[in-house]
């Protein structure tokens, strides 16, 4: 009779202990974003919006993880095993290199709106204050007395864009000559000082380290270090840029396993809300909200020329990644 109200005890205490388990399981939910250098202030705000606006949704608890670096090598990281629930990228070609290995489907750029590009941005200079080097356009980045920091654009996405940006210029300038084009651009690339992995660092280079005359960067990256230091750096911003169009995506076999598809989902789309977007402007991202935008027309210069990834200059991701970083590419070419 004893053993039996023991045994009847123990089971009732297991019982409860799994009951009170499940409830907490029930009641969280955890998942990761994998992302880029350059959006950590981003998301370190638009989690605790986004967290509140689950629970009061849900009434589920939800733990983010944020993981960061360079977006080729945050990319290459899911594909070797990374458990990203969601992949906030700068580019859409480091999102097909995931979709590539099977992470997710080949058509995820349709499934957010925008093309999955709930905010934009571009390439400006960050040059000491007063810019005693007179840098205003890319090519006074050709001198041989300017000193550039900038990022690698065989591991940071960021970077890609700079690239971009430079090659754009260039093929209006020199009418798409693509000699002309590249002898400009090693003039560029001879004066960099200090290739970074990724465009955090390259920014610790010239801002912490006191490093070179001009800084190539994000737009948001510029004007967080100009909002630190304002008694110390510039932002220059280029008649000719691109539009950066940084994308994200749900790692579909990845929230199929972890079963948080529908936390993944609304974490993605929440970032096309009003709040989402006043959020990625507070951040100095260009929100793909026309309306918000314009709300901030005093900080972002609106004027600036921004040259497309799918214009024929370069016709779209696959062809510009395999034209100019891959091995051999005219990255390769002209940094040597």
């Given at each position: 009779m004893f053993k039996m109200v023991i045994l009847l005890l123990l089971g009732s205490c297991l019982f409860?202990?799994?009951?009170?388990?499940?409830?907490?399981?029930?009641n969280s939910a955890e998942i990761i974003n994998?992302?880029?250098?350059?959006?950590?202030?981003?998301?370190?705000?638009?989690?605790?919006?986004?967290?509140?606006?689950?629970?009061?949704?849900?009434?589920?608890?939800i733990n983010i993880i944020q993981s960061h670096g360079g977006s080729g090598a945050q990319a290459r990281s899911v594909?070797?095993?990374?458990?990203?629930?969601?992949?906030?990228?700068?580019?859409?070609?480091?999102?097909?290199?995931?979709a590539?290995?099977?992470?997710?489907?080949?058509?995820?750029?349709?499934?957010?709106?925008?093309e999955s590009t709930p905010y934009t941005s571009t390439i400006v200079f960050l040059v000491r204050k007063g810019n005693p080097k007179n840098i205003h356009s890319w090519q006074d980045l050709t001198?041989?007395?300017?000193?550039?920091?900038?990022?690698?654009?065989?591991?940071?996405?960021?970077?890609?864009?700079?690239?971009?940006?430079?090659?754009?210029?260039?093929?209006?300038?020199?009418?798409?000559?693509?000699?002309?084009?590249?002898?400009?651009?090693?003039?560029?690339?001879a004066n960099v000082l200090v290739l970074t992995s990724g465009a955090r660092s390259a920014t610790t280079a010239f801002v912490e380290n006191q490093q070179g005359d001009v800084l190539l960067a994000w737009e948001n990256e510029a004007y967080l270090a100009?909002?630190?230091?304002?008694?110390?750096?510039?932002?220059?911003?280029?008649?000719?840029?691109?539009?950066?169009?940084?994308?994200?995506?749900?790692?579909d076999k990845v929230?199929?396993?972890?079963?948080?598809?529908?936390?993944?989902?609304a974490y993605l789309e929440y970032l096309y809300s009003p709040q989402g977007q006043n959020i990625a402007a507070q951040n100095y991202y260009r929100p793909s909200d026309s309306k918000i935008l314009q709300q901030y027309d005093k900080v972002f210069n609106l004027h600036m020329k921004l040259i497309k990834i799918d214009s024929s200059i370069f016709g779209g991701w696959t062809a510009a990644a395999k034209k100019h970083f891959s091995d051999g590419g005219t990255f390769d070419q002209i940094y040597q």
């Amino acid at each position: 009779m004893f053993k039996m109200v023991i045994l009847l005890l123990l089971g009732s205490c297991l019982f409860l202990l799994t009951g009170c388990s499940n409830t907490q399981q029930n009641n969280s939910a955890e998942i990761i974003n994998v992302s880029y250098d350059s959006t950590r202030e981003l998301y370190q705000q638009y989690d605790d919006v986004f967290k509140k606006y689950w629970q009061q949704k849900t009434g589920e608890n939800i733990n983010i993880i944020q993981s960061h670096g360079g977006s080729g090598a945050q990319a290459r990281s899911v594909i070797e095993g990374n458990a990203a629930d969601i992949v906030t990228l700068a580019t859409a070609a480091d999102i097909n290199a995931i979709a590539n290995s099977n992470l997710l489907d080949k058509n995820w750029q349709q499934k957010l709106p925008n093309e999955s590009t709930p905010y934009t941005s571009t390439i400006v200079f960050l040059v000491r204050k007063g810019n005693p080097k007179n840098i205003h356009s890319w090519q006074d980045l050709t001198r041989k007395d300017v000193g550039i920091i900038t990022a690698n654009p065989k591991t940071s996405g960021g970077a890609r864009w700079i690239y971009l940006a430079a090659w754009a210029y260039g093929a209006e300038k020199y009418q798409g000559n693509e000699i002309v084009i590249k002898q400009f651009m090693k003039k560029i690339f001879a004066n960099v000082l200090v290739l970074t992995s990724g465009a955090r660092s390259a920014t610790t280079a010239f801002v912490e380290n006191q490093q070179g005359d001009v800084l190539l960067a994000w737009e948001n990256e510029a004007y967080l270090a100009a909002k630190e230091h304002p008694d110390e750096f510039t932002i220059i911003s280029p008649a000719i840029s691109i539009m950066a169009q940084p994308t994200v995506a749900e790692v579909d076999k990845v929230t199929a396993n972890k079963k948080t598809h529908a936390a993944a989902k609304a974490y993605l789309e929440y970032l096309y809300s009003p709040q989402g977007q006043n959020i990625a402007a507070q951040n100095y991202y260009r929100p793909s909200d026309s309306k918000i935008l314009q709300q901030y027309d005093k900080v972002f210069n609106l004027h600036m020329k921004l040259i497309k990834i799918d214009s024929s200059i370069f016709g779209g991701w696959t062809a510009a990644a395999k034209k100019h970083f891959s091995d051999g590419g005219t990255f390769d070419q002209i940094y040597q």
